[in-house]
């Protein structure tokens, strides 16, 4: 209903930010960075060039 309430004032065109749940996949659907970073965690680097990468990723 929200979504419907924005095309009809002329606002179908905004994107929308989520931890990438599919539920959220309507319009333009962007992963927000904070949601985005939760994952680098699971990054397991396998040298120091990697672990360099990933250390100023997340900072």
Known sequence: MVYASLIEHGLGH???FSDGA??????KHAQCWVH???LL???HPVNEQQ?????WCRT
Do not use: I, M, S
Not at 22 to 27: A, E, I, L, S
């Open 41 to 43: 965690y699971k990054v």
């Open 51 to 55: 672990a360099n990468a990933q250390k």
């Open 14 to 16: 905004l994107t929308t």
């Open 22 to 27: 599919q539920q959220f996949n309507v319009f």
């Open 36 to 38: 985005a970073e939760r």
